[in-house]
């Protein structure tokens, strides 16, 4: 066995090694259901998901424009009593108000979606490296498949070679 070899079936067993236990670590992986990790959200976390799933959709966005432009509208018009004249400095400190609470809650469901893209980014790496390690154990076997092919050629050949030998042998003799 050459140093090259020695070498190759050193790291061989190795990437096994590690290529096991990234198996185990996947199947563990496998069995977590998405509902247990939801349980294990705190009551703050829920409040912030949901918080910024609601101001981050359509009928949000739809139902504030409505309630600003009759805002708007019915302090312009004057058609009810003006509660909030021009610059509309309530709805000013209303808005800011709603931002200055709905910016933290956004923030923490943000950080928690990232950390989930975290993980999932490090599940992926951890899937390319499995997936290249078993590549790589392919290809060590279609190399070891290879030379006991040659080997069983070689010896095919060296028995045709001695058959045709002994004929030979056998021909000359009569």
Not at 69 to 96: E, G, H, K
Not at 97 to 109: E, N
Not at 126 to 141: D, F, G, Q, T
Request: proline letters at 3%.
């Amino acid at each position: 066995m050459t140093d090259h070899e020695a070498d190759k079936t050193a790291l061989g067993s190795t990437d096994r090694t590690l290529l096991k236990n990234l198996r185990m670590h996947r199947r563990k992986e496998r069995n977590l259901k998405p509902r247990k990790l939801e349980a294990g959200l705190t009551r703050g976390q829920k409040i912030a998901d949901q918080v910024a799933a609601t101001m981050g959709s359509w009928p949000f966005i739809i139902i504030q424009t409505t309630i600003l432009f009759f805002w708007i509208v019915l302090n312009v018009t004057a058609y009810v009593q003006r509660w909030d004249p021009y610059p509309f400095i309530l709805l000013n400190l209303a808005l800011s108000f709603q931002a200055a609470y709905a910016a933290p809650f956004i923030m923490m469901s943000q950080n928690r979606q990232q950390d989930i893209d975290r993980k999932e980014a490090d599940n992926d790496y951890r899937i390319n490296i499995k997936a290249e390690l078993e590549i790589e154990l392919l290809h060590e076997k279609m190399e070891l498949l290879h030379q006991k092919i040659d080997l069983l050629r070689e010896k095919e050949v060296l028995s045709l070679t001695e058959a045709v030998q002994r004929l030979c042998d056998q021909k000359s003799t009569k």
